[in-house]
């Protein structure tokens, strides 16, 4: 049995999740975010945490006991602190791991209508805090059908009539409220485009965190396209979906690097079960130097953010 290095101890420990979530509190303490709207992110964030632990567990996206996806998504909300301080972009990551919690329920059930009902009508929500996110609806549809195995005629309606339903609410209050205009005015925001590609409006700040990012995902990827055998055939689809979406946001960022601040939140949904996977069935020496760089990593932006916030 292969020896377990200090990656794999830390993966099994049962105080991992609660040492992560007190860090987190201590940092946006130390950060002095304290008012009203930032205690708010922060409860959003524990709640996504919270919600990550369900998804972990109800599906088995980890084959031992780990936490680790959990601890993941909350390094990865350390790492872009800037980006969790509102909540309207908090709420967003909370909305994606109920989307995702709930999805892969549907998993080769053509009859689960309601499941992927609710799911689109959260994304609905969520496109209402950042309209954008609509543009994410085609790449569900094709995780829907390629990896949940699970579209129909009647799944496709029920995502259309899923998706529309929070702005019939949304709606119905502008209207109550006689300012219709509000509601045109952000169904309209989605085809207001920045340059493309223009990266030279990015802060180094920014480019920094979405390369942090990027680097976990690729590593997460290659690690598991490499030992994905060791898996179940339901748990390579969850994975291989989340590879989908993050490419997808990936490529969204690279056309639009203005919206990093709202997709790099939404990224570490997707990208928190794949960098887990890595640091909790990997042992090798190198890999455990990785783990301790990643470590490194998460404190000095932790010690950046807490010194410049």
């Not at 794999?8 to 991992?16: D, G, L, M, T």
């Not at 006991?65 to 908090?90: E, G, H, K, Q």
């Not at 502008?174 to 005015?185: H, T």
């Amino acid at each position: 049995m292969p020896k377990k290095r200090l990656q794999n101890k830390i993966a099994e420990s049962r105080y991992a999740l609660m040492i992560s979530i007190a860090a987190i509190i201590a940092t946006w303490v130390l950060s002095g975010l304290t008012s009203n709207s930032h205690l708010l992110s922060l409860a959003l964030i524990i709640a996504t945490t919270m919600v990550m632990v369900r998804l972990n567990t109800i599906h088995a996206i980890m084959r031992t006991y780990s936490r680790m996806v959990s601890c993941s998504f909350l390094a990865i909300s350390a790492i872009a602190l800037p980006y969790f301080i509102n909540p309207t972009d908090a709420a967003l990551p909370l909305c994606f791991s109920i989307i995702y919690t709930l999805l892969f329920f549907s998993y080769q059930d053509n009859s689960s209508v309601g499941i992927i009902f609710i799911s689109f009508l959260i994304l609905g929500v969520a496109s209402l805090i950042y309209i954008p996110v609509l543009f994410l609806v085609p790449i569900l549809w094709i995780i829907i059908s390629t990896r949940m195995m699970s579209m129909s005629a009647r799944s496709f309606f029920a995502s259309i009539l899923g998706l529309i339903t929070p702005y019939w609410f949304a709606a119905a209050y502008c209207l109550y409220n006689a300012n219709i205009d509000m509601m045109i005015s952000h169904i309209t925001a989605i085809a207001n485009f920045t340059p493309v590609a223009d990266f030279e409006s990015l802060e180094i700040r920014d480019i920094t965190i979405f390369a942090i990012v990027m680097l976990l995902f690729i590593t997460g990827s290659i690690h598991f396209i490499r030992t994905s055998h060791n898996d179940k055939i339901r748990t390579r689809m969850i994975y291989e979906s989340f590879i989908i979406m993050t490419l997808a946001l990936i490529v969204f960022a690279a056309l639009q690097p203005s919206e990093i601040p709202q997709l790099v939140p939404i990224m570490s949904i997707s990208v928190s079960p794949l960098i887990a996977h890595y640091i909790t069935y990997t042992n090798t020496r190198l890999t455990n130097l990785s783990f301790v760089g990643i470590v490194v990593i998460v404190v000095l932006t932790l010690a950046y953010h807490i010194w410049t916030l």
